[in-house]
T-cell receptor, first 109, second 117 residues
């Protein structure tokens, strides 16, 4: 069973700062997901990665398959980015996801 | 993007009763749907994998007779919590898998918050 570790668990930053959230996993995967969960609980899928790097607006996700590590970056952070960011991995097409515990991000104005 | 709905968004029920939660893929067909559970301040945990037309596959520690899953069509899976107890109070989220361009993507429903009194 895959072990997914995220760091930091909590992060408070000022508006405009560059944010990095890290994720490592223990067993080879087919894909890694970055998810965003707001206080109401709803989940939004930000990225699905199997290699390299993806960018969407101010969000960038990278993955290093050899090192079993991924990072999520937020540039020019804004208070509306405040949420819990969750890393999740899947071992194959038929598999459900294994989740990290999440990073609680607060961006202060 | 693909949309997954859940109904109800929240429900309060009395101990001993049963509650049904629906998960629908609105604009795509999902041969596989997943049911997850999240207790307060904990990470999401996979409960079961629901495949259209066949029996669900349950994760270790999840009672299949308590959490009944039916995936009767390519757009609908239901989770029924039978004889609910207060410890079943949790946030239940489904996701539906879509195969696009040869790559599986999972789309999440908004979740259902269950409170058992």
């Amino acid at each position: 069973k895959n072990e997914v570790e995220q760091s930091p668990q909590n992060l408070t930053a000022q508006e405009g700062e560059f944010i990095t959230i890290n994720c490592s996993y223990s067993v080879g995967i087919s894909a890694l997901h970055w998810l965003q969960q707001h206080p109401g609980g709803g989940i939004v899928s930000l990225f699905m990665l199997s290699s390299g790097k993806k960018k969407h607006g101010r969000l960038i996700a990278t993955i290093n398959i050899q090192e079993k590590h991924s990072s999520l970056h937020i540039t020019a952070s804004h208070p509306r980015d405040s949420a819990v960011y969750i890393c999740a991995v899947s071992g194959g097409g038929a598999d459900g996801l294994t989740f990290g515990k999440g990073t609680h991000l607060i961006i202060q104005p | 993007g693909a949309v997954v709905s859940q109904h109800p968004s929240w429900v309060i029920c009395k101990s001993g009763t049963s509650v049904k939660i629906e998960c629908r893929s609105l604009d795509f067909q999902a041969t596989t749907m997943f049911w997850y559970r999240q207790f307060p301040k904990q990470s999401l945990m996979l409960m079961a994998t629901s495949n259209e037309g066949s029996k669900a596959t349950y994760e270790q520690g999840v009672e299949k007779d308590k959490f009944l899953i039916n995936h009767a069509s390519l757009t609908l899976s239901t989770l029924t919590v039978t004889s609910a107890h207060p410890e079943d109070s949790s946030f239940y989220i489904c996701s539906a898998r879509d195969l696009t361009g040869g790559v599986y993507e999972q789309y999440f429903g908004p979740g259902t918050r269950l409170t058992v009194t």
